[in-house]
T-cell receptor
Framework: RKEVEQDPGPFNVPEGATVAFNCTYSNSASQSFFWYRQDCRKEPKLLMSVYSSGNEDGRFTAQLNRASQYISLLIRDSKLSDSATYLCVVKPAGGSYIPTFGRGTSLIVHP | DTGVSQDPRHKITKRGQNVTFRCDPISEHNRLYWYRQTLGQGPEFLTYFQNEAQLEKSRLLSDRFSAERPKGSFSTLEIQRTEQGDSAMYLC???????????????FGSGTRLTVV
């Protein structure tokens, strides 16, 4: 089993739709979680950290389920500009601080 | 300081040649990471430095790969005797780790796209 797994998609949704992605992780001792956004042929950019209590940033909501070992990203009122690949990142507990990336989920928002 | 800089942006080389990439992190960041990304995959960890010390290397980093961060500022990644399988985007990221507390996020450079022909 991979350390971090994501459905590669693509998720093809109309503008205004609500879409959700999940990401599962295998290391139960994982400590920190992030969602990154990557546009085609560009570098990944931090979208949001994921806190234990869940957190929201505008149209984006991130949640963590430690019992089932997954994190989720919900995007409400999708915009064309949301089209990108969304990478799940998991960082283990302990001193190494090496983040592990999922392969990403591709989102295509169409008019 | 405008972020993490990588040079060159693109590199085309013949198989068997050596290549070297440079990364300039955000100046106050003490940690520097190298990742490799191929099409349709997420970034794969190669190695990281805390200041000038190389603390961990992935098994992906064969003996043809070497990385340095001599003064704890910029870093170089060298690939010797390149192979076609080395073709990928090489990403550098930096972060600030306080002595205590969590590490929130990493800033990536634009990457160096290597094509081995």
């Amino acid at each position: 089993r991979k350390e971090v797994e994501q459905d590669p998609g693509p998720f093809n949704v109309p503008e205004g739709a609500t879409v959700a992605f999940n990401c599962t992780y295998s290391n139960s001792a994982s400590q920190s979680f992030f969602w990154y956004r990557q546009d085609c042929r560009k570098e990944p950019k931090l979208l949001m950290s994921v806190y234990s209590s869940g957190n929201e940033d505008g149209r984006f909501t991130a949640q963590l389920n430690r019992a089932s070992q997954y994190i989720s990203l919900l995007i409400r009122d999708s915009k064309l500009s949301d089209s990108a690949t969304y990478l799940c990142v998991v960082k283990p507990a302990g001193g190494s601080y090496i983040p592990t990336f999922g392969r990403g989920t591709s989102l295509i928002v169409h008019p | 300081d405008t972020g993490v800089s990588q040079d060159p942006r693109h590199k085309i080389t013949k198989r068997g040649q050596n290549v070297t990439f440079r990364c300039d992190p955000i100046s106050e960041h003490n940690r520097l990471y190298w990742y490799r990304q191929t099409l349709g995959q997420g970034p794969e960890f190669l190695t990281y430095f805390q200041n000038e010390a190389q603390l961990e290397k992935s098994r992906l980093l064969s003996d043809r790969f070497s990385a340095e961060r001599p003064k704890g500022s910029f870093s170089t990644l060298e690939i010797q005797r390149t192979e076609q399988g080395d073709s990928a985007m090489y990403l550098c990221a930096s972060s600030l780790v306080p002595r205590t507390g969590p590490n929130y996020g990493y800033t990536f450079g634009s990457g160096t796209r290597l094509t081995v022909v």
